[in-house]
């Protein structure tokens, strides 16, 4: 039963490996390339997204008044991202050089650059801004978290976990005792 699930479990890396391609190989169609952090578009490309444009006063009066209304209730949320970002930040660096854990790149996770699209007004570009930045503090908490529990607690759990990160999937299985301790420090050994 291991081998099959080890097996699977292989195809969805392979799988991934490969989507990962395909998705690098789209980025030449749309007439993109990326170079270093910047993102440069074909002039073509440039002056498509120019006349995609909504002008600001178009599409104010295009969205529906209950999006106004709730704007204060998203936006409020940025508070507590921003002070959960902080702190686990805060965290990792105070905490993980004591167990030998390598940090987590912020930068991989919170990614901001949809704001640049020539297509996108002001507001639309204040939305993707928030949301990217919301999006990828919930990732990078997610993958401190995922690090913090592979050293402490690689440990399934019995009930089917929905929407788990990716070191669960190679944690020990619930209930399996067999080399518990020799495993956990394998399982910490691959952190530093």
């Known amino acids: 039963m291991r081998g099959k699930i080890e097996q699977l479990l292989e195809q969805i890396k392979q799988l991934e490996d490969e989507l990962r391609h395909e998705l690098n190989q789209q980025r030449h169609t749309i007439g993109f390339k990326i170079k270093?952090?910047?993102?440069?578009f074909e002039a073509s490309v440039r002056a498509a997204?120019?006349?995609?444009?909504?002008?600001?006063?178009?599409?104010?009066?295009?969205?529906r008044p209950i999006n106004i209304i709730t704007l204060p209730i998203i936006?409020?949320?940025?508070?507590?991202?921003l002070l959960i970002d902080i702190l686990v930040t805060f965290y990792q660096w105070t905490c993980f050089p004591v167990y030998g854990i390598k940090r987590v790149r912020r930068?991989?996770?919170?990614?901001?650059?949809?704001?640049?699209l020539g297509f996108l007004n002001f507001f639309e570009k204040l939305h993707c801004a928030y949301c990217g930045y919301g999006n990828g503090v919930v990732g990078y908490i997610r993958e401190v978290l995922?690090?913090?529990?592979?050293?402490?607690?690689?440990?399934?759990?019995?009930?089917?976990?929905?929407?788990?990160?990716?070191?669960?999937?190679?944690?020990?299985?619930?209930?399996?005792?067999?080399?518990?301790?020799?495993?956990?420090?394998?399982?910490?050994?691959?952190?530093?």
Request: with cysteine; charged share 30%.
């Open 36 to 40: 270093g952090r910047k993102v440069e």
């Open 49 to 63: 997204h120019k006349k995609l444009k909504t002008g600001l006063w178009r599409w104010f009066f295009g969205v």
């Open 75 to 81: 936006y409020a949320m940025i508070i507590p991202l």
């Open 107 to 116: 930068s991989d996770y919170i990614v901001l650059d949809r704001h640049k």
């Open 146 to 192: 995922a690090r913090t529990e592979q050293y402490f607690c690689p440990i399934k759990h019995a009930r089917t976990v929905l929407g788990t990160h990716q070191r669960y999937r190679d944690f020990i299985d619930y209930g399996d005792a067999e080399n518990y301790h020799q495993r956990l420090k394998e399982y910490r050994r691959q952190l530093s």
